[in-house]
């Protein structure tokens, strides 16, 4: 079973760290592009941060400074360090990756992990 598998969510304080994990589990070719949205009730899935294969990123202006994404590719996984929170990011953090198999080429396939609660309290 083809799947993103997320962890590290939780409850902190303002001004405290998380941690994010996803891993893309049963995909047995590397993951290209990876990324993390979040996404408050009532309120649109927004961007967070990518990664590109080779190890660009992008981050949202909200998170620029605070967050980081990396990769360990050869695991087809991705972190999100997120340093310095603060109430406004207190949302559920999804995990998106793609790939591309060969038999489908040009096509790619997209995976959504489940969701992972963060909560930064007052």
């Known amino acids: 079973q083809v799947e993103l598998v997320e962890s590290g969510g939780g409850v902190v304080q303002t001004g405290g760290s998380l941690r994010l994990s996803c891993t893309a589990v049963?995909?047995?070719?590397?993951?290209?592009?990876f990324a993390w949205y979040r996404q408050v009730p009532g309120n649109q899935r927004e961007l967070v941060a990518k990664i590109a294969p080779l190890g660009a990123t992008n981050y949202a202006d909200a998170v620029e400074g605070r967050f980081t994404i990396s990769r360990d590719s050869p695991k087809n996984t991705v972190y999100l360090q997120m340093d310095n929170l603060a109430p406004e990011d207190t949302a559920v953090y999804f995990c998106?990756?793609?790939?591309?198999?060969?038999?489908?080429?040009?096509?790619?396939?997209?995976?959504w992990g489940q969701g992972t609660l963060v909560t930064v309290s007052s």
């Open positions: 049963g995909v047995l070719i590397p993951i290209r592009n």
């Open positions: 998106n990756a793609d790939y591309q198999p060969p038999e489908i080429w040009p096509r790619s396939l997209e995976l």
